[in-house]
């Protein structure tokens, strides 16, 4: 169980992060708070869980399947899909991705400060949480 949390931990905050910060740091801290399947929608589950990204961090574009809410606890992050507006969140700004977006932009907007964001997702159950892109890192 603890492989399968980590695992969707690493999945979740962007596939990989890559920091700009001190290489001895983690980029990111995800804490999964909640995994539940959806009674009433056949096949789907809802995820929530915390992410805290180090100053300067950032995720190589990818995909999540699943209806994304993003919810700013701390600081200030920067998040795009493709072929939509890039954005600056602060606390208590919201972002959504649809099931089919391509997330191209996620990072921490501060190099100094560290982001903290709140995530929920329902996708369906047992999908992968996040994949590559296509044509991404």
């Given at each position: 169980?603890?492989?399968?949390?980590?695992?969707?931990?690493?999945?979740?905050?962007?596939?990989?992060?890559?920091?700009?910060?001190?290489?001895?740091?983690?980029?990111?801290?995800?804490?999964?708070?909640?995994?539940?399947?959806?009674?009433?929608?056949?096949?789907?589950?809802?995820?929530?869980?915390?992410?805290?990204?180090?100053?300067?961090?950032?995720?190589?574009?990818?995909?999540?399947?699943?209806?994304?809410?993003?919810?700013?606890?701390?600081?200030?992050?920067?998040?795009?899909?493709?072929?939509?507006?890039?954005?600056?969140?602060?606390?208590?700004?919201?972002?959504?991705?649809?099931?089919?977006?391509?997330?191209?932009?996620?990072r921490n907007a501060s190099a100094t400060k560290p982001a903290k964001f709140l995530v929920f997702m329902v996708k369906a159950k047992g999908a992968?949480?996040?994949?590559?892109?296509?044509?991404g890192h």
């Open positions: 169980m603890m492989r399968k949390l980590v695992l969707f931990v690493a999945a979740i905050a962007g596939f990989v992060l890559i920091a700009n910060a001190q290489p001895a740091a983690s980029p990111v801290k995800a804490t999964p708070l909640m995994t539940k399947d959806l009674p009433g929608i056949a096949g789907k589950e809802a995820i929530m869980l915390t992410v805290e990204l180090a100053p300067g961090a950032s995720s190589p574009p990818h995909r999540h399947e699943a209806s994304t809410f993003v919810y700013v606890l701390e600081g200030s992050i920067m998040m795009g899909v493709k072929g939509g507006k890039e954005v600056t969140l602060g606390p208590g700004e919201t972002f959504y991705e649809k099931p089919d977006d391509v997330h191209t932009v996620g992968p949480v996040s994949m590559p892109a296509p044509g």
